[in-house]
């Protein structure tokens, strides 16, 4: 049966679309079969991670949620080969670039229960183990609704007083809407600041478990979303975070 797993922040600038794509790398790491959707349909950014820039003529989600495109026709294949020497898939449902078509969405919107249905549609034709959702930011209906189908929301936060902010509403609205599990993910922690404490403040506030605390690296910055940290640099700190959380999701939450 697939999972599906949203990957959500109150704010821009957390680092979301950038776990989200290491996340899914991870998992597919481990032999699985993997999408990711990318519905920050107003600023998407998974593909570049993936270097894989849709050309004109090849389908986007856009083409599917506006038009009468499959959904098979939108998923590109973009595994790379050390995913595909540990006998793992990863797919990449990507948003238009184009920025007449990024207005046309944001002016006339789409109907989520057509993406919603777009997950399952595209597991069941791929057999997918895992579907990774990299939602746009903050609280808006077509987020809540795609959050709620979800078997577990992870919450991206940086450690500032707006994140934790937002992010106490974000997760509240998720607990109302039944989400089965939430898990939080602290991203782009500095150097002075004391892990073991921020864990313990961010649990005490939101009464959530932590999935991960992870490092603000000088190397991911130098990387600048040109490839995908965990295969660059795979004994990182960053890398060996997001890989273990990576096994806490598939052996505890998503299991």
């Known amino acids: 049966m697939t999972r599906i797993l949203a990957i959500h922040s109150f704010r821009g600038g957390t680092g979301k679309s950038n776990l989200t794509a290491n996340l899914a790398t991870a998992i597919a790491l481990k032999g699985k079969k993997v999408a990711i959707f990318d519905t920050d349909l107003a600023s998407p ?17 856009n083409d599917h949620l506006q038009g009468s495109e499959s959904i098979h026709d939108c998923a ?30 944001l002016r006339e919107g789409y109907e989520v229960e057509k993406l919603n249905d ?14 990774l959702v990299d939602t746009h930011p903050g609280i808006n209906e077509e987020t809540l609704l795609s959050a709620a189908i979800a078997d ?3 919450m991206i936060m940086r450690p500032d007083s707006q994140d934790y902010l937002g992010t106490a509403v974000a ?70 975070g997001v890989q273990e959380l990576a096994d806490e999701l598939m052996l505890r939450v998503l299991a």
């Open 45 to 61: 950014g998974v593909h570049v991670l993936f270097g894989c820039s849709p050309q004109p003529g090849q389908c986007t989600l």
């Open 118 to 131: 777009a997950f399952f549609e595209l597991s069941d034709h791929l057999h997918l183990d895992y579907v």
């Open 171 to 240: 997760i509240e609205v998720a607990e109302r809407l039944d989400v089965p599990a939430i898990r939080m993910v602290v991203n782009k922690l500095p150097e002075h600041f004391d892990q073991l404490q921020v864990k313990e403040r961010v649990a005490s506030s939101y009464d959530v478990p932590i999935g991960a605390v992870l490092p603000l690296s000088d190397d991911l910055l130098t990387l600048a979303s040109g490839g995908l940290a965990l295969l660059t640099f795979p004994t990182h700190q960053w890398s060996q």
């Open 76 to 105: 590109h294949d973009v595994t790379p080969e050390q995913v595909r020497q540990a006998h793992g898939r990863l797919w990449l449902v990507p948003a238009a670039m184009e920025s007449d078509r990024i207005a046309r969405l």
């Open 152 to 154: 577990c929301l992870l």
